[in-house]
């Protein structure tokens, strides 16, 4: 079974430009969630998606940012425009169950200069 | 709200000595806690989770977890570390649908 798969492993952009970020779920996963850390610290919740509803997205920081969820499958995060705040590892998730096994794909490192 | 505290953010030590990376939560209501393990250069991957049931939970390379209701804890020990278990290790409390992560301990294994 492929686990979660998250597209780049890395970017590097400027301040102001627009970078998407991509996510894709295991498969059969109703479940998905965004996660970021910011500069070492804590991994923070950004938002929940069940098939393509946005479940919870308390966790977004502004209207910079924007997940779709096409068709229920796989999951896009746009940053437009980026903010040197914005630099960190984005983090997806996928479960079946809600929240008690969630399995992670290995991040976005995205620097914004 | 829901928050995590790991008190070490590192933590060196030698192979084959014992380690424990210490966790606490605030929660007021029954809880579902979770260790995640951070590989250099690879994501997150589930190390051991506490739903319900017995208190003591294990991983399959010899990590366990404690609950500890009354301490709000849920402590990772090891009795002896290898190289291979040098990593970046994070301590999650289920809340609702989100975990709520600490801000992680790097485990540093010296030979």
């Known amino acids: 079974e492929a686990g979660v798969t998250q597209f780049p492993s890395h970017s590097v952009i400027e301040k102001g430009q627009t970078v998407t970020l991509r996510c894709d779920p295991i498969?059969?996963?109703?479940?998905l969630y965004w996660y970021r850390r910011v500069m070492g610290k804590e991994i923070k919740f950004l938002l929940h998606f069940v098939k393509e509803s946005k479940q919870d997205e308390s966790g977004m920081p502004n209207n910079r940012f924007l997940a779709e969820r096409t068709g229920g499958t796989y999951s896009t995060l746009k940053v437009q425009p980026a903010e040197l705040e914005d630099s960190g590892v984005y983090f997806c998730?996928?479960?079946?169950?809600?929240?008690?096994?969630?399995?992670f794909g290995q991040g976005t490192r995205l620097t914004v200069v | 709200a829901q928050s995590v505290t790991q008190l070490d953010s590192q933590v060196p030590v030698f192979e084959e000595a014992p380690v424990e990376l210490r966790c606490n939560y605030s929660?007021?209501?029954?809880?579902?806690l979770f260790w995640y393990v951070q590989y250099p250069n690879q994501g997150l991957q589930l190390l051991l989770k506490?739903?319900?049931?017995?208190?003591l939970v294990e991983s399959i390379n010899g990590f366990e977890a404690e609950f500890n209701k009354s301490q709000t804890s849920f402590h990772l020990r090891k009795p002896s570390v290898h190289i291979s278990d040098t990593a970046e290790y994070f301590c999650?409390?289920?809340?609702?649908?989100?975990?709520?992560f600490g801000a992680g301990t790097i485990l540093r294994v010296k030979s």
């Open positions: 498969s059969g996963h109703d479940n």
């Open positions: 506490y739903l319900s049931g017995s208190t």
């Open positions: 999650a409390v289920l809340y609702g649908n989100k975990l709520v």
């Open positions: 929660s007021s209501v029954s809880v579902y």
């Open positions: 998730a996928s479960s079946q169950d809600r929240g008690n096994t969630v399995a």
